[in-house]
């Protein structure tokens, strides 16, 4: 198992993201868990690297790990845990 120690930032930016633009990071909200599988990874990668710079931090960089890790592996998830 695999995880990050940085947390998402939350800020007022992330409601206000587009979901047509960034489906994959608009489904993340502070209270909820949001979980994304295999074939999505390329899709949040994507996303991770058009995301404004005020809502980046080094949450962004431990994603894309995450991402590579999910995507070398089968029957791999990566979760955001809300609180």
């Given at each position: ?30 209270y909820?868990?949001?979980?994304f ?15 404004p ?9 431990q994603a ?20």
């Amino acid at each position: 198992m695999a995880s990050a120690e940085a947390g998402v930032e939350w800020t007022a930016g992330f409601a206000y993201l587009n979901p047509t633009e960034f489906p994959m990071l608009w489904a993340l909200t502070p209270y909820g868990d949001a979980v994304f599988n295999q074939r999505q990874m390329p899709l949040l990668l994507a996303e991770l690297d058009r995301l404004p710079t005020d809502l980046g931090g080094d949450w962004v960089e431990q994603a894309r790990e995450l991402c590579q890790v999910v995507e070398r592996g089968l029957h791999l998830y990566l979760w955001f845990i809300g609180d």
